[in-house]
């Protein structure tokens, strides 16, 4: 195996040309996926570059034999679910496809709020409380895959904040209450757009020492949607007092905010919308616009380039990046994809079958 000591110091130039040649020499069996957030260096490499849904979709579809996925962990294990697919693993021969990571501690805080245990007994601290029949567990795809399996294991659905809206709504249809984790930023954003009353929105708090999360019976057995307090740390840092001093001083600017916001930011904005859909407010502004975006700031940053004819900003005083996604580097790709030519894939990962099963029953919401 080549170590990976032994990539760090080369060039630009010569980490891109063993990529390529390890593409050319691969062909169709590799392809190499990112997501928004990671660097230019691996957008400019990847095959497909897009937001958890079409990352989700286009794994679940691919026919090649290997996959390295820029991003962070909870992605590689979906990208594992959906394309090892008992169907499809059939249909390359009984081949499942290798899932490799560019950078295998690249994980998400937001993912590790909350555990398959922690969901399993806040089920049964709620059970003794209300008739857990009526609620649908709703996990937004920034979850392990075993979350995702207890949301299986108990008929309910994931989502991503590109389809949060039709899947919460699929869950309403399916059952009149929902459980909504670990995002309470989304899951609020979202049953709010749904016309679920404030008061009928309770969010559970996992880190009080308070019993039944902080919240009283009566809370509890009014609420429609009972939310976890998870969040992504990365969006938690756009600033109130930037957006108004920005309509001060330039009435015209338009403010888009990813659904991860705080609600306070979400209701300061003209708009909300998954990454995709910030990417397509920005392109379809007219020249001369001013736009700000409140998402990762690599990508902003991107919009920045690719749109010289606007000024695009950050909608706060200092830009915060993902460092988690930040953790796919040119050097380490070069390294895994080497090393997988080689036939000694690095950094591989695979869902255990039982987890892999119940999580699909959830992530079939994904894929309608």
Request: hydrophobic letters at 45%; a negative charge.
């Amino acid at each position: 195996m080549k170590a990976l000591t032994d990539y760090e110091n080369l060039s630009h130039e010569e980490l891109l040309a063993r990529v390529k040649a390890v593409r050319e020499a691969a062909g169709d069996r590799l392809a190499v996926f990112a997501h928004y957030y990671v660097y230019d260096e691996i957008v400019e490499i990847a095959d497909f570059v897009g937001d958890s849904l079409a990352l989700a979709k286009r794994a679940a579809t691919s026919n090649a034999e290997a996959l390295l996925f820029c991003g962070v962990h909870f992605m590689l294990e979906t990208a594992d679910i959906l394309a090892n697919r008992p169907e499809n693993v059939a249909a390359r021969g009984g081949k499942r496809m290798i899932v490799m990571a560019a950078n295998e501690t690249a994980g998400c805080p937001m993912a590790d709020m909350i555990t398959a245990e922690q969901a399993q007994a806040w089920k049964e601290s709620l059970s003794e409380l209300v008739d857990f029949s009526e609620f649908t567990p709703v996990s937004y795809v920034n979850s392990s895959a075993a979350t995702k399996a207890f949301c299986g294991e108990n008929g309910g659905m994931i989502c991503t904040s590109a389809n949060a809206e039709s899947v919460l709504r699929a869950a309403f249809a399916q059952r009149p209450k929902a459980l909504f984790m670990p995002d309470s930023r989304l899951g609020r954003t979202t049953a709010l757009a749904l016309g679920v009353k404030p008061e009928e929105i309770a969010t559970w708090d996992p880190r009080t020492k308070e019993p039944l999360g902080g919240l009283t019976p009566e809370e509890i057995k009014k609420a429609r949607v009972i939310l976890w307090d998870g969040f992504c740390p990365t969006h938690q840092r756009f600033s109130a007092d930037y957006i108004r001093n920005l309509r001060k001083t330039n009435p015209d600017a338009q403010v888009w905010v990813h659904p991860e916001s705080q609600r306070p930011i979400v209701e300061l904005s003209d708009g909300y919308g998954a990454t995709s859909k910030l990417i397509d407010v920005v392109s379809k502004a007219p020249a001369g616009s001013t736009l700000a975006i409140g998402t990762e700031w690599k990508l902003v940053e991107r919009l920045q380039k690719q749109n010289p004819d606007k000024t695009i900003l950050w909608p706060g005083d200092n830009p915060l990046i993902c460092v988690q996604m930040a953790k796919s580097s040119l050097w380490r790709v070069a390294w895994a994809l080497e090393n997988w030519l080689a036939g000694e894939p690095v950094n591989v990962v695979t869902t255990p079958p039982d987890v892999a099963e119940s999580a699909y029953k959830a992530l079939r919401s994904l894929l309608k």
